[in-house]
């Protein structure tokens, strides 16, 4: 028995000692090697979900080593005969392992095929493709490198179907057949990035194109059908990246740039270099701008050339040197756009979802690994408020433009930002740190003092403090704030402070809201106004034509609500209107136009078919949930919507997911749909239905 147990303590010692050392060799790479190169000729093959291609990789040596690695998920990999170093490479689940006996201080090249079916990271459509390769993830696709701090010269010949047009990072240098059906794009980089921002877009686009101040090339992509909504998308992009490249005082540091908007993508935008690629939801034409404009997503996206990806946060505890910087010059660009009291609203929405969050014991410091998007991204952006404010702006910007000249094409800690800081005015920022950096609680005292600067959030305070006092004694007060010029964010806040008051004694502010043509002003009696008084009528069908869908949508279902006398003539009014890019009011239209008696009778067929087919998966996952909503609330869900929704709830995007399967586990809290799931499930795909199986058992 002793010698069984000092046999396997052995072999446990050793067990150890290999993953030791197997840990180690990871965590040591960087020091062992320096990837500087790679010249990527791939082919995409959309319809198999497969990617192919040949790698040339050409890297330094620091110290001795018989092996390196490339991050690469359950890959097939084979040496090239023309590779100038022979060295033996083999492929395990996570890893291309390069073994060959590599001398310090040496620069070699190897050149590999590879194939990959991705998991994650590409994704495929019939009319698109599209990578995110957010944090760590490109080496599900592409054999790279997952830690940031490696910076690699990209160079990536894409072959693709012809149909197809193909945007990726850097300059396109060239186009070329390579037989009647395929083409390929020859896209090269100058400078070093790291692995996860490199990425490809396939699709059917076109574009416009703007050239900067500075005479940078600007590229605005778009689906052809979406033409005229070009100009509203991409507003104020020039004049965006002129205010950037001024405001930061570090000229853009890429060859182009480029934006596309792709379907059922995983969030509001991803900062590739030179390539944001970015949600169709923010597709929108001029009526649509008022409520869900780019300029916000469009604006961050930009400032993460300069923060994230010209320089790279060392680790993720310092990841707010990228989020909170995007964050707090997306909207530095947002003040120049929109104004002073846009730029002090933002701030006091996000103060005030920091203080929530620190008064309910959630607060997070700043430099804490794995923190939250809301930590990382709005009270990072705080702390550079409050640091440009106490430094001064000419002190702050020189050492921004220090700390990104300084470290550029390389990665950074907060001390490193820092120190440039103190460098100019001798400040040791322990204060800076104690009280934004390391504290857990959002200093919400400072964040009201630096806020009372603006008369405009002094009035809004203001207005906020007598909220619940009688309203016979603030009337003349919330009436001096309808007095033109109205700002809108205090219009809007007379407007609910009219909900709870009768209408006999509101009557007069309602009106002189009405009339004062200040659309959100206007947006929030649409939202507020649920019982319409009948001499506000007129007045509130005048809404209708109001330039925001939102307001459309919501003046459209209340005034259907309210008169049913009058549906006909409402629904009338807004046949023919789609909305947003989910099709809201469209949906909200077929919808009404099914339930509402003696409309269109001979067509409801026609519609119930129109809204169910926009469950389908062809669909962006906004139009489907929508549809899926809508059609819980009329009770009628076909069986091939039933498919639709559990094909929902194994989607890539995992809010569409979550939100399918809540809306699938109540609707299996009706014994017939169970029933008519498990009828149903043996048409499904297997995956679906290995799923289907987990969810009964």
């Not at 993953?19 to 090697?33: E, I, K, P």
């Not at 100058?190 to 590229?219: H, I, R």
């Not at 961050?300 to 995007?326: C, I, R, Y």
């Not at 194994?650 to 017939?672: C, G, I, V």
């Amino acid at each position: 028995m002793p010698a069984v147990l000092t046999s396997q303590s052995t072999r446990v010692r050793l067990l150890i000692f290999y993953l030791f050392s197997v840990v180690c060799s990871f965590a040591q790479q960087l020091q062992v090697v320096d990837f500087q190169e790679v010249k990527a000729t791939i082919e995409i093959f959309p319809l198999e979900k497969r990617v192919s291609g040949t790698l040339h990789y050409t890297f330094e040596i620091l110290q001795k080593t018989d092996s390196v690695f490339l991050d690469a998920k359950q890959m097939t990999v084979a040496l090239r005969k023309t590779s100038p170093t022979q060295a033996n490479i083999d492929a395990s689940d996570e890893k291309i392992w390069i073994k060959y006996p590599f001398q310090a201080d040496k620069t070699y090249s190897i050149s590999f095929d590879y194939e990959a079916f991705p998991k994650q990271t590409m994704y495929f459509f019939d009319d698109q493709v599209w990578t995110q390769g957010q944090g760590k993830y490109t080496s599900h696709w592409l054999p790279s490198v997952d830690d940031v701090n490696d910076k690699i010269v990209f160079s990536l010949n894409i072959t693709a179907p012809e149909v197809f047009t193909v945007i990726a990072n850097g300059e396109l240098e060239k186009t070329t057949s390579v037989s009647n059906d395929k083409k390929q794009w020859h896209y090269t980089m100058q400078n070093p990035m790291s692995s996860y921002l490199v990425a490809v877009a396939l699709g059917d686009f076109e574009k416009q194109v703007e050239t900067s101040t500075s005479g940078l090339s600007l590229k605005y992509y778009y689906a052809p059908e979406n033409k005229p909504k070009a100009e509203p998308t991409y507003r104020f992009t020039k004049k965006m990246f002129d205010f950037l490249e001024n405001e930061i005082g570090v000229p853009y540091p890429w060859q182009n740039y480029k934006q596309v908007p792709v379907r059922d993508f995983l969030y509001a935008g991803m900062e590739n270099t030179t390539l944001t690629i970015f949600s169709e939801a923010f597709v929108v034409d001029s009526t649509g701008f008022a409520d869900r404009n780019y300029v916000n997503v469009n604006a961050h996206e930009l400032a993460h050339q300069w923060f994230g990806n010209l320089v790279t946060a060392e680790s993720s505890e310092h990841h707010w040197l990228q989020e909170g910087f995007a964050t707090y010059y997306a909207l530095l660009a947002e003040r120049e756009i929109f104004g002073e009291d846009y730029y002090y609203w933002k701030l006091y929405q996000s103060a005030e979802q920091l203080t929530e969050l620190s008064d309910q014991g959630k607060g997070e410091p700043i430099l804490k690994a794995g923190a939250s998007s809301l930590t990382y991204y709005q009270k990072g952006a705080w702390a550079l408020h409050i640091l440009n404010e106490r430094t001064g702006s000419l002190v702050f910007k020189q050492a921004v433009e220090n700390f990104l000249t300084k470290y550029k094409f390389g990665s950074a800690t907060t001390e490193d930002f820092l120190n440039e800081v103190t460098l100019l005015n001798g400040d040791d920022l322990q204060w800076f740190k104690d009280d934004w950096l390391y504290q857990a609680a959002f200093r919400s005292s400072q964040a009201l003092e630096s806020l009372r600067k603006s008369p405009f959030i002094e009035n809004y305070l203001g207005l906020s403090a007598i909220a619940t006092r009688p309203f016979s004694e603030k009337k003349e007060l919330l009436t001096g704030f309808l007095n033109p010029p109205i700002n809108d964010y205090l219009g809007q806040a007379v407007v609910y402070q009219l909900v709870d008051v009768p209408f006999g004694e509101s009557q007069t502010l309602y009106r002189k809201a009405f009339n004062s043509g200040n659309l959100f002003v206007r947006q929030a009696i649409a939202m507020s106004l649920e019982e319409i008084p009948l001499p506000l009528k007129a007045q509130y069908e005048s809404l209708l034509d109001d330039s925001s869908y939102v307001t459309q949508e919501a003046a459209f279902y209340y005034l259907w609500l309210n008169f049913p006398q009058e549906r006909n003539k409402y629904l009338d009014k807004m046949e023919g209107v789609i909305g947003f890019q989910d099709k809201n009011i469209r949906q909200l239209w077929l919808t009404l136009a099914i339930v509402t008696d003696g409309f269109q009778n001979e067509n409801k067929q026609s519609f119930f078919n129109e809204l169910s087919s926009y469950t389908l998966p062809k669909n962006s996952f906004e139009i489907r949930q929508n549809a899926f909503e809508f059609l819980m609330g009329l009770d009628g869900f076909t069986n091939q919507n039933l498919k639709n929704l559990i094909d929902a709830c194994l989607h890539h995007n995992w809010r569409f997911a979550e939100s399918s399967r809540k809306l699938l586990e109540e609707l299996l809290k009706n014994e017939e749909t169970k029933f008519q799931v498990l009828q149903l499930k043996n048409e499904l795909p297997e995956k679906q239905k290995s799923w289907i199986d987990s969810k009964f058992k």
